[in-house]
């Protein structure tokens, strides 16, 4: 999924669950690093849009 849509879904998945925060594990049976580290990646590049989303559409507070 593209970093947007990626955003998009957890954004959902949050506001569903009323929850605040995320305890994501990528890691399946059979999965080579490789493609681990390539996800690991893709959700880096969503969090910028999910920080966003999470805050109302104001802008993200600086990570710490």
Do not use: K, T, W, Y
Not at 3 to 14: I, Q, S, Y
């Amino acid at each position: 999924a593209a970093p947007a849509e990626l955003a998009d879904r957890l954004a959902g998945v949050a506001q569903q669950g009323e929850c605040d925060a995320f305890n994501l594990r990528l890691h399946v049976h059979g999965v080579e690093p490789a493609a681990i580290r390539d996800q690991i990646g893709r959700v880096g590049e969503a969090l910028p849009a999910l920080r966003e989303a999470l805050a109302g559409g104001s802008p993200p507070p600086p990570f710490v």
